[in-house]
Each structure stands twice: as C-alpha cells, then as structure tokens.
C-alpha cells in the first residue's frame, strides 16, 4: 500500500524543532494523507470520512504514523505560525502555535477581503506571517487539542488528516 506524506514546496528553515511563543512550544503535530490520486484505490477507512466533519476527533488509526509518514509541524512552523504554501491548484495558509497552552491547528486562513484559495500565482512570502493566534491568521477552520482530527480536503483526491501534539 503507498501512504504519502504531503510535501509542500515551501518548507521555513528551521534550527529548533518548535516555534516558542509565550505559551509553550508546539511538540509534533503532522498532517497525514491518504493519496488516491497516484491511480492506487487507496482511500482512508470509512470510519475516518464518514459523517466526519473537518475538526472532528477520529480513531488514532486514521494518523497511525507507524503505517506512513507525516510532515511534522514543528519542522514547518518555524518561525512562522501562520504560512502560505502551494497545495493543489491555489496557495493555502495554515496556522500552528500554542494558544493558553494548547495546541492550536487552523486552515481557510484568510483576512477579511482576501479570497481564498489564494490564486496560484500569489507570493508565499508575502502572505507568510508570525501571528500569536489563529484570530490573527484569519483560520475560519479551528482545532485544538491532542489527537487526530479531519481536515480540509483539496478536490483532488487526497484525503487529509492532522494529528496534534502537545505544548510543552
């Protein structure tokens, strides 16, 4: 069976494992996906999409990171919280950071009056940002806590989960 990792073409370099706000550092955290757009009939369990909602806690079974890989968080945000990358036809922004303690997970970030998906065209860079919330990200779509959760999908097959860790 192939299991994919999602690799996103802008990846923040990084010397620590964790971005260190004044609540905690973010400890793991990976997004995991399950891929049949590679032409493999591979689709998550009906247990992990059926009457699931993105944010919905699901079966560690549906992030086992045993099974396949996963892009850790910590990795990718730092020391940005709130990062624009490529994924399927547009740009995306997500958000990562402890808030009161907890780890917070945020996709569909946005400000006011932006569309979202940004267009493919749109500078990374410049929509890449360090926020203290996910308030302050624009995240219409909010998780948080310890464990897997479903997440947004892209239309393109994919089927995508976040597994959140802790604030240490």
Same mark, same amino acid.
């Given at each position: 069976?192939?299991?994919?990792?999602?690799?996103?073409?802008?990846?923040?370099?990084?010397?620590?494992?964790?971005?260190?706000?004044?609540?905690?550092?973010?400890?793991?955290?990976?997004?995991?996906?399950?891929?049949?757009?590679?032409?493999?009939? %591979?689709?998550?369990?009906?247990?992990?999409?059926?009457?699931?909602?993105?944010?919905?806690?699901?079966?560690?079974?549906?992030?086992?990171?045993?099974?396949?890989?996963?892009?850790?968080?910590?990795?990718?945000?730092?020391?940005?919280?709130?990062?624009?990358?490529?994924?399927?036809?547009?740009?995306? @922004?997500?958000?990562?950071?402890? %808030?009161?303690?907890?780890?917070?997970?945020?996709?569909?970030?946005? %400000?006011?009056? %932006?569309?979202?998906?940004?267009?493919?065209?749109?500078?990374?860079?410049?929509?890449?940002?360090?926020?203290?919330?996910?308030?302050?990200?624009?995240?219409?779509?909010?998780?948080?806590?310890?464990?897997?959760? @479903?997440?947004?999908?892209?239309?393109?097959? @994919?089927?995508?989960?976040?597994?959140?860790?802790?604030?240490?």
């Amino acid at each position: 069976m192939l299991r994919v990792a999602v690799l996103f073409a802008t990846v923040a370099t990084a010397a620590s494992f964790g971005y260190i706000a004044e609540s905690g550092t973010i400890s793991g955290g990976a997004w995991h996906v399950w891929n049949e757009s590679t032409g493999v009939a %591979e689709v998550a369990p009906s247990m992990c999409t059926d009457d699931v909602a993105v944010g919905d806690m699901v079966d560690d079974s549906c992030c086992d990171i045993d099974a396949w890989l996963g892009l850790v968080m910590g990795d990718f945000f730092v020391p940005y919280t709130c990062m624009a990358l490529q994924l399927g036809s547009g740009v995306v @922004r997500a958000y990562a950071n402890c %808030e009161d303690g907890t780890f917070t997970y945020g996709e569909t970030c946005a %400000e006011e009056g %932006e569309d979202y998906p940004f267009p493919s065209t749109a500078n990374t860079t410049e929509l890449t940002m360090i926020t203290e919330t996910s308030a302050e990200c624009g995240c219409a779509d909010v998780i948080q806590g310890s464990g897997c959760f @479903r997440a947004n999908d892209v239309g393109d097959g @994919r089927q995508f989960f976040v597994e959140l860790g802790m604030c240490t």
